[in-house]
């Protein structure tokens, strides 16, 4: 599988996993909130409806122990192994769902911020899909990040699935 991966704004390309101009491209990032199954069965049903393809994000966050390098470069890579195996989960999971393997990348940083440099990175995502939080806590910090003070640096349209929603349901609405 090929990964596309920014670690502190340090271009270490591994492998590009650009994503073809000749497909609608449904974004989804890949966290550890219940709410992500929605998003991502979302995409996967909207992308085959209209012959798309779907790539997978998911932004690890910097290692803490930045001044005992060894320690450091450690913890990122195994995050960065962590997000790896979470990955191949979820492509495997969309390959059963659209026939074709998702664009993966991984990222260390900011979510939004990962999440926007990415949109700059590569002209051909066509739509973010994230699920809303399904709690009392709201909506989720990248949605209420990218429905707030940062909605005007999407340069693509953002489709919200309720995270609460049924497969059934979101079938449906696809």
């Given amino acids: 599988m090929l990964f596309s991966s920014t670690l502190r704004r340090t271009e270490e390309t591994h492998a590009s996993s650009r994503v073809s101009p000749d497909h609608r491209t449904f974004l989804v990032v890949v966290d550890d909130s219940k709410e992500l199954k929605a998003a991502l069965r979302y995409a996967c049903r909207r992308a085959v409806a209209t012959g798309?393809?779907?790539?997978l994000l998911h932004v690890t966050h910097p290692a803490e122990f930045e001044h005992w390098m060894f320690v450091g470069k450690r913890m990122r890579d195994?995050?960065?192994e962590?997000?790896?195996?979470v990955l191949q989960r979820k492509a495997s999971l969309v390959g059963r769902l659209t026939g074709r393997m998702p664009?993966?990348?991984v990222r260390e940083g900011d979510p939004t911020d990962e999440l926007l440099d990415?949109?700059?990175e590569e002209p051909n995502i066509s739509v973010i899909?994230?699920?809303?939080?399904a709690g009392p806590e709201?909506?989720?910090p990248l949605v209420t990040a990218?429905?707030?003070?940062?909605?005007?640096?999407l340069r693509v349209p953002l489709t919200l699935v309720p995270g609460h929603l049924s497969d059934a349901a979101i079938d449906l609405l696809a």
């Avoid at 962590?82 to 195996?85: D, K, L, P, Q, T």
């Avoid at 899909?129 to 939080?133: D, S």
């Fill in 82 to 85: 962590s997000a790896e195996e």
């Fill in 103 to 105: 664009a993966l990348f």
């Fill in 118 to 120: 990415l949109l700059d």
């Fill in 146 to 153: 990218l429905t707030g003070k940062h909605a005007q640096r």
């Fill in 52 to 55: 798309g393809h779907v790539a």
């Fill in 138 to 140: 709201g909506p989720g």
């Fill in 78 to 80: 195994e995050a960065r």
């Fill in 129 to 133: 899909v994230l699920a809303t939080g």
